[in-house]
């Protein structure tokens, strides 16, 4: 198993694309920090100071969940667009390792992602907040509940990039699982808060992606608790997963 993650791992970096998007990482948290800092210096939304930045790191979720949805999107789809599958799936390997060593590929990307992305936010929270009162950056309780929110923000990443690996290996297009997949992650909060007042709103996968809500208090659905909510995630997940493997597994080599 661990040989084919190596081989997925290496095939992912022989991309330019993937540089790209690390590229980009870097350059839009970089931005969003610049921006922080101007809006600290124009004097909207308070004193800000690098112990607060430090502490929240969930922005960094949105961008990395939407560059690991892309090669969730394509890890299996592109397979077929480029007629590698009959290759890959006629070596003396099971399919539901090849499919699960893709799928962790695609994890351990999207956490790659995140610490280069928490990297450069902690380095300009540093260059460009100054220190303010109360806890120090030395503090554990500062760094704790910074590496809390980041795991947090995972949550997001994590679902939205197994939504995407299921459709783009069921359908074989990643176009379709970006598209589906990026509509979930900007509507999905919309349709959760317009169906708050019902039941079913409770067991939306939309109601429990952000697992950030339970820290900031944002509730899409009141009187959700973070077991709960892990729990009916856990129950998609396993679904996708289920989905993803019986399609994979079944599916003709020729097709």
């Known amino acids: 198993m661990l040989k084919l993650i190596q081989n997925e791992w290496m095939k992912l970096w022989h991309k330019k694309g993937t540089w790209v998007m690390t590229g980009i990482l870097i350059i ?36 990395v969940l939407l560059l690991t949805v892309i ?3 394509g890890i299996v789809a592109s397979e077929f667009s480029q007629g590698t599958i009959k290759m890959l799936l006629t070596r003396p390997v099971k399919r ?19 610490l280069i992305g928490y990297f450069v936010h902690i380095l300009f929270a540093v260059l460009l907040f100054k220190s303010g009162g109360g806890e120090s950056l030395s503090s554990w309780s500062v760094w704790g509940k910074s590496l809390y929110m980041l ?36 509507t999905g909060s919309t349709i959760s808060a317009l169906l708050s007042k019902y039941e079913i709103a409770k067991y939306l996968l939309f109601t429990h992606m952000d697992l950030t809500q339970f820290e900031t208090g944002m509730m ?11 729990a009916v995630l856990s129950v998609y997940i396993v679904v996708f997963l289920l989905v993803s493997y019986t399609t994979f597994v079944k599916r003709d080599v020729t097709a």
């Open 28 to 63: 839009i948290t970089a931005g969003m920090m610049g921006l922080m800092k101007w809006i600290n210096m124009q004097g909207m939304g308070g004193e800000m100071t690098r112990e607060m930045i430090v502490q929240d790191p969930s922005s960094l979720g949105s961008t």
């Open 71 to 73: 090669v969730a999107a």
């Open 96 to 114: 539901w390792k090849i499919l699960l060593s893709k799928f962790l590929t695609v994890n351990l990307f999207g956490m790659f992602l995140m």
């Open 151 to 186: 795991l947090l923000s995972f949550g997001s990443v994590f679902v939205t990039a197994t939504f995407a690996f299921t459709v783009g290996s069921v359908f074989r297009s990643s176009s379709l699982a970006i598209g589906l997949s990026l509509f979930i992650y900007f």
């Open 220 to 230: 899409l659905v009141p009187d959700l608790t973070m077991p709960f909510s892990l």
